[in-house]
């Protein structure tokens, strides 16, 4: 139980593009769910939490403009990186927490690799 | 905000424990997580402990959670390549943000 799944996987796309990244919660609800960035050789940054049915709340120094997160159904949140540049490219992986065992323990997505060219 | 930190590197042969100890400095986190993280992977939660347990074991991981001295460790028993991977600790806090260690890579050495 308790898996995330991301899509997709790998992405390479043209300075200036948008790129949506999703986040699904596969076999059970998620009421909160997290997104992360994590550079090469460096621990995990979160960027944003995001609830079902109401506005993300981003971290400081993360641009809520630039990274729009939508968290449409409890399976369900979406990370879009709008008028991309290289300096976004990187790893973002997304959390869920699912209320288990643990109360909030987060479960991980497999993560998905960004290359802005 | 908290701290948390890890040493960043630890080699082991194969068979032998691995210890990975973790340092914090906030002690209200209700539970604390041990991850691993394989190559170009996500995050796989390896096993929790909740703030009032000093052990926990499950199977080959053994958590020692010493909150006076904020220090927690996960062992690993009889180490395989498989374990092969980078480890984070991380501790619980408000609104159930997680905070990551700096991340250990174990290296299994034949």
């Known amino acids: 139980g308790a898996v995330v799944s991301q899509h997709p996987s790998r992405v390479i796309c043209k300075s200036g593009t948008s790129v949506k990244i999703e986040c699904r919660s596969l076999?059970?609800?998620?009421?909160?769910m997290f997104w992360y960035r994590q550079f090469p050789k460096q621990s995990l940054m979160l960027m944003a939490t995001?609830?079902?049915?109401?506005?993300?709340?981003?971290e400081q120094g993360v641009e809520k403009d630039k990274f729009l997160i939508n968290h449409a159904s409890l399976t369900l949140s979406t990370l879009t990186v709008t008028s991309a540049h290289p300096e976004d490219s990187s790893f973002y992986i997304c959390?869920?927490?699912?209320?288990?065992?643990?109360?909030?323990?987060?479960?991980f997505g497999p993560g998905t690799r960004l290359l802005v060219l | 905000g908290e701290d948390v930190e890890q040493s960043l590197f630890l080699s082991v042969r194969e068979g032998d424990s691995s210890v990975i100890n973790c340092t914090y400095t906030?002690?209200?986190?209700?539970?604390l997580y041990w991850y691993k993280q394989e190559p170009g992977a996500g995050l796989q939660l390896l096993t929790y402990?909740?703030?009032?347990?000093d052990m926990k074991q499950d199977q080959r991981l053994t958590v020692l959670l010493n909150k006076k001295d904020k220090h927690l460790s996960l062992r690993i028993a009889d180490t395989q390549t498989g374990d092969s991977a980078i480890y984070f600790c991380?501790?619980?806090?408000?609104?159930?943000?997680?905070?990551f260690g700096t991340g250990t890579r174990l290296q299994v050495t034949l």
């Open positions: 959390s869920a927490t699912s209320g288990l065992a643990g109360g909030e323990t987060q479960y």
């Open positions: 076999d059970f609800q998620a009421t909160t």
């Open positions: 995001s609830n079902e049915g109401s506005k993300a709340t981003y």
């Open positions: 906030d002690s209200s986190s209700t539970y």
């Open positions: 402990i909740f703030s009032n347990m």
């Open positions: 991380a501790g619980i806090g408000t609104a159930s943000k997680l905070t």
